[in-house]
């Protein structure tokens, strides 16, 4: 039987803050393909995460390409930080952004691969006339903020709806999903067309995280 890859981007936010370390090298060692970093302000979401300290003392151990998640309210500010540091994607939300085609187009020209988010209540047709410029789309399956939160079921039918405007622009912008993906909704995810799947406390709560990443990653 054929099997289909996904990429999963474990995120880091669910990992043991006092061993982080020890995070970034089970990934590092695991079939995952990007990390997650999930950077929080305490205004465009109600809680704080991790900044550049913490991203830039471990970036030097981190194997795999960064996938950074900014749930701030001003985000083309850390453009030019996150460049430095090799950032293989950088997503910003829709519900921040004024210019969201200029912000893809200076994210793309600094090297960077451009993503956009949306949140639970925000429709993908406001995409439409955008997807040509965005890399990643991330849809949030739980309201930013917080890891740990159940799965939105609504968000099957974001992802098909985003899979058919997608394949009709003929475009290969990426669908990435964030928030309650474990092995059962990480499948359903795949099947609506879905091609990467985030997930925290599905890979650091299980007895093994580096078959937990495996799981999601090898479908069937
Ligand atoms: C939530 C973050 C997520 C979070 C997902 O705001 O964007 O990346 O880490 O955590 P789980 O997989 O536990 O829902
Ligand atoms: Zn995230």
């Not at 999963?8 to 393909?33: G, K, R, W, Y």
């Not at 988010?117 to 040509?132: F, Q």
């Not at 091609?195 to 925290?200: H, K, Q, R, S, T």
């Amino acid at each position: 039987m054929q099997r289909k890859q996904t990429i999963v981007s474990p995120s880091l936010l669910s990992a043991d803050f006092l061993h982080l370390q020890d995070s970034v090298e089970m990934i590092n060692q695991s079939d995952a393909d990007w990390l997650h970093i999930d950077v929080m302000d305490g205004v465009f979401v109600p809680n704080l995460s991790f900044g550049f300290p913490i991203l830039e003392a471990i970036r030097p151990v981190v194997k795999k390409p960064l996938d950074v998640h900014l749930m701030v309210v001003n985000p083309m500010d850390y453009l030019d930080r996150l460049a430095a540091l090799q950032t293989e994607v950088m997503t910003i939300h829709y519900e921040v952004s004024q210019h969201l085609h200029r912000s893809m187009t200076a994210i793309r020209a600094k090297g960077v691969k451009a993503g956009v988010s949306l949140n639970p209540h925000t429709p993908v047709s406001m995409l439409e006339d955008v997807l040509e410029v965005c890399d990643v789309v991330l849809l949030m399956s739980v309201n930013p903020g917080f890891g740990g939160q159940s799965f939105i079921k609504r968000t099957l039918h974001k992802v098909e709806t985003l899979r058919a405007m997608i394949d009709r622009q003929g475009l290969n912008t990426l669908i990435e999903v964030d928030g309650g993906v474990n092995e059962a909704t990480g499948q359903a995810l795949v099947n609506a067309g879905a091609g990467a799947l985030v997930a925290g406390s599905y890979v650091f709560k299980h007895r093994s995280p580096q078959e937990a990443i495996r799981i999601l990653k090898h479908r069937e």
